[in-house]
């Protein structure tokens, strides 16, 4: 069964950038969509990005023009470039994938923005 494997999180200040990583253990050609998504605790979690297998992008209003959603080109590892960073985007985020209907979630990398 493929896995994933979040890492680049950390504590950054308002207004500075961190690059997550999102690692498959095996590259599927049958994965439809991945995505970056967020929660915070008591809240449900979020979508905030999505590239699908044919390149379509799409980004939560909240993040439009200051994060990047990307892969590499093995489709081995999925990217969210966040630049401009508040505070309000700290979260716990976790990537996913979709594998013909079925999902796969890794199991999340925090990331702390401090006013």
């Known amino acids: 069964q493929v896995q994933l494997a979040e890492s680049g999180g950390g504590l950054v200040q308002t207004g500075g950038s961190l690059r997550l990583s999102c690692a498959a253990s095996?590259?599927?050609?049958?994965?439809?969509?991945m995505a970056w998504y967020r929660q915070v605790p008591g809240k449900q979690r979020e979508l905030v990005a999505s590239?699908?297998?044919?390149?379509?992008?799409n980004y939560a209003d909240f993040v439009k023009g200051r994060f990047t959603i990307s892969r590499d080109s093995a489709a081995i590892t999925l990217y969210l470039q966040m630049n401009s960073l508040k505070p309000e985007d700290t979260a716990v985020y976790y990537c996913?994938?979709?594998?013909?209907?079925?999902?796969?979630w890794g199991q999340g990398t925090q990331v702390t923005v401090s006013s």
């Open positions: 996913n994938a979709d594998n013909l209907g079925f999902i796969i």
């Open positions: 095996e590259r599927i050609d049958s994965i439809r969509a």
């Open positions: 590239l699908t297998s044919r390149g379509r992008t």
